[in-house]
Nanobody
């Protein structure tokens, strides 16, 4: 059983920061991968970042590397996405996702089997 609830979206000016949170209830799996994706209007959902729950190893899309940071708090069962130096092109609905079957595929949407409801991030110029 997996439940994911995102929070922390909002409106921010270009150059600003936001932190997204994903409260993750993942039962019955000893290890899994958590990911953040985003979808802008008229565009496909795209990978942003991922973290392996046990090992903490992280992966980033090239477009956010150096600006965004994914982390997790195992005690709070929460995944975070710290977003700095935000740009208008970062505007999108951001989704938290869980992959309960660990493979070498990290960035594909079909590698994740559970999704949150999404949170809107809007970056004004």
């Amino acid at each position: 059983q997996v439940q994911l609830v995102e929070s922390g979206g909002g409106l921010v000016q270009a150059g600003g920061s936001l932190r997204l949170s994903c409260a993750a209830s993942v039962r019955g799996f000893s290890d899994y991968r958590m990911g953040w994706f985003r979808q802008a209007p008229g565009k496909e959902r795209e990978f942003v970042a991922a973290i392996r729950w046990n090992a903490g190893s992280v992966f980033y899309a090239g477009s956010v590397k150096g600006r965004f940071a994914i982390s997790r708090d195992t005690a709070k069962k929460t995944v975070y996405l710290q977003m700095n130096s935000l740009k208008p092109e970062d505007t999108a609905v951001y989704y938290c996702a869980a992959s309960t079957v660990i493979t070498s595929v990290v960035a594909a949407t079909n590698a994740y089997d559970y999704w949150g409801q999404g949170t809107q991030v809007t970056v004004s110029a």
